[in-house]
Structures are given as C-alpha cells and as structure tokens.
C-alpha cells in the first residue's frame, strides 16, 4: 500500500473530524490540526480548541518493525473566561474527553489507546487567575495502522 499521507497527520485529521463532529457540546469555532506548539498565553476572543501532534514513534523505532506507528496528541482547549463560565468550559473539557476515549475511526486504521486528562492542574488555576484564560488538555497516545 502506498503511502500518501504522514501517520501523524492522518490521526489528527481523524481526531479533528471525531471532535467536529459531537452533538453534546457546541464549539464556537470547529477545531483545528496543528504542528505547531500552543501559545497558552495567546490573545483569544472565543473558544478554541487545537490538536497538535507531540511526538512519534515509527514502527522502525520498535522492536517490531509490523508495529503500528504511535503517537501522543494532544487536544487543548482554551478560551477567555469569566469565572461563571469555567463550569461550562470544564464540561466542554469533559465531553471531548468521553467523545475520544477508546474510539476507533470506521476503517480501523486510527485508535485511540490512552485518553487522560491532563496531569497538572485542570484548567490552569494561574493562567485562569491572571489572565481570566481557561487552559486545559486531553493527551492521547493513539496508534495509526501500518
């Protein structure tokens, strides 16, 4: 089979169009793939949620070359806030999480393995008191097929 697309980019096209595509929740501007790091601290004026590839492992880089490719994305999801709409944001945060736990695209070839919300503090309590910006993150390890 010939290749026409990086496994990176294909995962987050697929992840993209899985969060574009939820009826429980309302974006106010459709998510978007990006190679380029996030910028926690950018100028927002609505919602914005980013997928961006972190890093990859190529099945060369495994003991088995057969492996699937894996890779860790994370989703953010940052907005300027109010503190009355930090619960509906955290929500937001929530839906996408249960929106990309353990999903498998239609073909079989994206699955998504791991799906944690962000370790450190959800949303990121100095970044939300000092410049009323909601910051949070789902990280995912998703694995695309050979």
Same mark, same amino acid.
Not at 8 to 36: F, K
């Given at each position: 089979?010939?290749?026409?697309?990086?496994?990176?980019? &294909?995962? =987050?096209?697929?992840?993209?169009?899985?969060?574009?595509?939820?009826?429980?929740?309302?974006?106010?501007?459709?998510? +978007?793939?990006?190679?380029?790091?996030?910028?926690?601290?950018?100028?927002?004026?609505?919602?914005?949620?980013?997928?961006?590839?972190?890093?990859?492992?190529?099945?060369?880089?495994?003991?088995?070359?057969? &492996?699937?490719?894996?890779? @860790?994305?994370?989703? #953010?999801? +940052?907005? @300027?806030?109010?503190? %009355?709409? #930090?619960?509906?944001?955290?929500?937001? #945060?929530?839906?996408?999480?249960?929106?990309?736990?353990?999903?498998?695209?239609?073909? +079989? +070839?994206? =699955?998504?393995? &791991? =799906?944690?919300?962000?370790? %450190?503090?959800?949303? #990121? @309590?100095?970044?939300?008191?000092?410049?009323?910006?909601?910051?949070?993150?789902?990280?995912?390890?998703?694995?695309?097929?050979?």
């Amino acid at each position: 089979m010939t290749l026409t697309i990086s496994p990176a980019d &294909e995962a =987050c096209q697929v992840i993209v169009a899985r969060i574009n595509s939820g009826g429980e929740y309302s974006l106010a501007l459709d998510a +978007r793939y990006s190679r380029t790091e996030i910028d926690y601290l950018e100028e927002l004026d609505r919602l914005r949620v980013d997928v961006v590839a972190v890093n990859e492992t190529q099945p060369n880089d495994q003991l088995d070359a057969n &492996e699937n490719s894996s890779h @860790k994305i994370q989703v #953010v999801i +940052r907005s @300027k806030t109010t503190s %009355k709409d #930090v619960q509906d944001l955290a929500l937001i #945060v929530r839906q996408v999480f249960l929106r990309l736990d353990n999903f498998n695209s239609s073909d +079989r +070839r994206v =699955c998504v393995w &791991e =799906c944690d919300i962000e370790e %450190k503090e959800t949303p #990121v @309590k100095s970044l939300l008191n000092d410049a009323n910006l909601f910051v949070s993150a789902v990280n995912l390890r998703v694995e695309v097929v050979r």
